[in-house]
């Protein structure tokens, strides 16, 4: 991408809006059992969870793993490491977002995970 915040855009624009929507569909009640509100809701907790940094953390532990277990003797020094962990981390992460067969596949593994749960959305009292 030319603008390197292309990402953070996208959920500035079209995903972080749906929040506002969500939170006024559980107080009012009236279309929580919509389609339209149910996808929001699925969109919502796929993409909040694809944008997580703890999903960037996980495939840093994968790759240091993988790299402690290749039996390289002849290892750089931790720093280096750690940097080259980071660099691979983040590539993978963004192909979650630039690949669009990466991303669709997913996307199906999330919702069809969550389609099989019945969900209680809890609102606190008054």
Known sequence: F???????????KVIE??????????NTRESLNTWEIK??????????????????????VQIKLLYQNSGDLSAPDS??????????????????FLNLNKLADYVN??????MVKEWKILIAPD
């Open 2 to 12: 030319e603008d390197n915040l292309t990402i953070e855009k996208f959920f500035g």
């Open 17 to 26: 809006p749906t929040y506002n929507k969500l939170i006024k569909a559980i």
């Open 39 to 60: 996808i929001l809701f699925l969109q919502w907790i796929v993409y909040n969870k694809l944008r997580s940094p703890i999903f960037r953390n996980d495939l840093e």
């Open 79 to 96: 720093i280096i490491v750690d940097k080259i962990v980071k660099r691979y981390a983040k590539q993978l992460h963004l192909n979650y």
């Open 109 to 114: 593994l999330m919702v069809a995970g969550l």
